[in-house]
């Protein structure tokens, strides 16, 4: 299995443009997570999907934000327009049973934005 | 609301010396506690988790926390540390809700190891 995927690694792009960040779950499992991590902030969960309904967006800071789940396999943060203080790492994560049948949680590698 | 407290912003021990790295949750419930690891410029591995039972549990890298209901504690431990294990830790509750769980997660502790 690939593990989690995030797409791009990196970005850099300047205020005001639209930044979109994907990610592809793990097959078969049924929640996705968005997070970020600053320095400042630490790790805040943004968003939670389970089977790709949205179950909890408190943590979305701003409209500027919007997350989608069309399907099993995929979800997309956006941030529109971008600003400086969205520079951070988002990590995508998804829920499925590890060993022993415990459900654990798998990151994905994270994708480091940088707003100029 | 859960939160998760890492007394320790950052901690500094030799090689083959035993480390312990703090955690401290407040939860209304029995809590699912996990501790995840993270190099610099990766995601987050998980090290191990407590779920219920033994309230000592080992985990990869030769790492074991030990679940202190009474001091609503889950630290972390290894007896002898390796240059390898220099990276930062986060301690984590998980709530269930809505048929998945969330997890809450502390502020990390930075582990930094002289050769």
């Known amino acids: 299995d690939a593990g989690v995927i995030q797409s791009p690694r990196h970005e850099v792009t300047e205020m005001g443009q639209e930044v979109t960040l994907r990610c592809k779950p793990i097959?078969?499992?049924?929640?996705l997570f968005w997070y970020r991590q600053t320095m400042m902030r630490g790790l805040e969960l943004l968003i939670y999907?389970?089977?790709?309904?949205?179950?909890?967006d408190s943590g979305m800071p701003e409209d500027r934000f919007s997350a989608k789940m069309p399907n099993a396999s995929f979800s997309t943060l956006k941030i529109q327009p971008s600003e400086p203080r969205d520079s951070a790492v988002y990590f995508c994560?998804?829920?499925?049973?590890?060993?022993?049948?415990?459900?654990?949680?798998?990151f994905g590698p994270g994708t480091r934005l940088t707003v100029t | 609301a859960q939160s998760v407290t890492q007394p320790d912003i950052h901690i500094t021990v030799s090689e083959g010396a035993s480390l312990e790295l703090r955690c401290n949750y407040s939860?209304?419930?029995?809590?699912?506690l996990f501790w995840y690891v993270q190099s610099p410029g990766q995601g987050l591995q998980l090290l191990l988790k407590?779920?219920?039972?033994?309230?000592l549990v080992q985990g990869i890298k030769g790492f074991e926390a030990e679940f202190k209901r009474s001091q609503s504690s889950f630290n972390l431990r290894k007896p002898s540390v390796h240059w390898s294990d220099a990276a930062e830790y986060f301690c984590?509750?998980?709530?269930?809700?809505?048929?998945?769980?969330?997890?809450?997660f502390g502020k990390g502790t930075k582990l930094s190891v002289i050769p």
């Open positions: 994560a998804s829920i499925g049973r590890g060993l022993a049948g415990v459900y654990e949680q798998y």
């Open positions: 097959s078969g499992h049924n929640s």
């Open positions: 999907f389970n089977n790709n309904v949205p179950i909890d």
């Open positions: 939860y209304g419930a029995t809590p699912y």
């Open positions: 407590y779920f219920s039972g033994d309230t």
């Open positions: 984590a509750v998980g709530v269930l809700r809505a048929g998945s769980y969330q997890l809450t």
